[in-house]
T-cell receptor, first 115, second 116 residues
C-alpha cells in the first residue's frame, strides 16, 4: 500500500530537549516536504527536499532542521524545541514531473506539545 | 506569491442536503492546480478532489464537485447528499506547475458540520 508514515504520532516534551520526527514514504517520490498546522493559519511549509542530499527552507524554517540521506526518509529535527513549536506536523511527498497533477500524499500527522 | 482565501470559517448543512464551500485565490500564473482536502477529527489530510487550471471541465468525484471559475479565480466545492461522515475541516489549496519547490498553498479552512 502506497503510504507516508510518521513517528511518533503524539509527543509531549520539554523545552530544549532535542527530538526527531521521522517520515518515510514507499512510493519512490523525489519530493518530500514538512508542514506545520496551527489554528487559524492553515498549513505552512517548513522545509522541503527535491531529492537525496537536496534540501531547502520553506516559509517557516526557524528552529528546525532536516536531512535527506535516503530517498524514502525525511526526518524533521528540533534541536532545542520551544513552546511556540507546539503544533500538528505533516510530512508529504510526491513525484516531480512538470505539468503532472500529482497529488501530495500526506502522512497521518504528529501532534507535538512542548512544555 | 499565491494566496488562497476561504471566507467561511464555519458552515453547517442538514443531512442529505447540498452545501457549497467557497474558495478564492490570487495568482499571476496561467497554469496551476487546485485541490480540496478534507481533515476529519482523526487529523488525516485526505484529498477530496483536484482540478487542473487548463481544463475547462469541472472535476467531479461522486458526491463532490467543483465550480471552477478561472477568470474570477474562484474554486468552490459542492457536496451533494451530505452525510454525517462529511463533517470535517475542509482546506482549499493551490499548487504551481513548476518543477521546483511546489508546496501546497492552503487556505485557513472551513469547518463543516452535518446535522442529522
Amino acid at each position: 500500500e502506497a503510504q507516508v508514515t510518521q513517528n511518533p504520532r503524539y509527543l509531549i516534551t520539554v523545552t530544549g530537549k532535542k527530538l526527531t520526527v521521522t517520515c518515510s514514504q514507499n512510493m519512490n517520490h523525489e519530493y518530500m516536504s514538512w508542514y506545520r498546522q496551527d489554528p487559524g493559519l492553515g498549513l505552512r511549509q517548513i522545509y522541503y527536499s527535491m531529492n537525496v542530499e537536496v534540501t531547502d527552507k520553506g516559509d517557516v524554517p526557524e528552529g528546525y532542521k532536516v536531512s535527506r540521506k535516503e530517498k524514502r526518509n525525511f526526518p524533521l529535527i528540533l534541536e532545542s524545541p520551544s513552546p511556540n513549536q507546539t503544533s500538528l506536523y505533516f510530512c508529504a511527498s510526491n513525484v516531480i514531473a512538470p505539468r503532472v497533477t500529482d497529488t501530495q500524499y500526506f502522512g497521518p500527522g504528529t501532534r507535538l506539545t512542548v512544555l | 506569491a499565491q494566496t488562497v482565501t476561504q471566507s467561511q470559517p464555519e458552515m453547517s448543512v442538514q443531512e442529505a442536503e447540498t452545501v457549497t464551500l467557497s474558495c478564492t485565490y490570487d495568482t499571476s500564473e496561467s497554469d496551476y492546480y487546485l485541490f480540496w482536502y478534507k481533515q476529519p477529527p482523526s487529523r488525516q489530510m485526505i484529498l477530496v478532489i483536484r482540478q487542473e487550471a487548463y481544463k475547462q471541465q469541472n472535476a467531479t468525484e461522486n458526491r463532490f464537485s467543483v465550480n471552477f471559475q478561472k477568470a474570477a479565480k474562484s474554486f468552490s466545492l459542492k457536496i451533494s447528499d451530505s452525510q454525517l461522515g462529511d463533517a470535517a475541516m475542509y482546506f482549499c489549496a493551490y499548487r504551481s506547475p513548476n518543477s521546483g519547490n511546489t508546496p501546497l498553498v492552503f487556505g485557513k479552512g472551513t469547518r463543516l458540520s452535518v446535522i442529522a
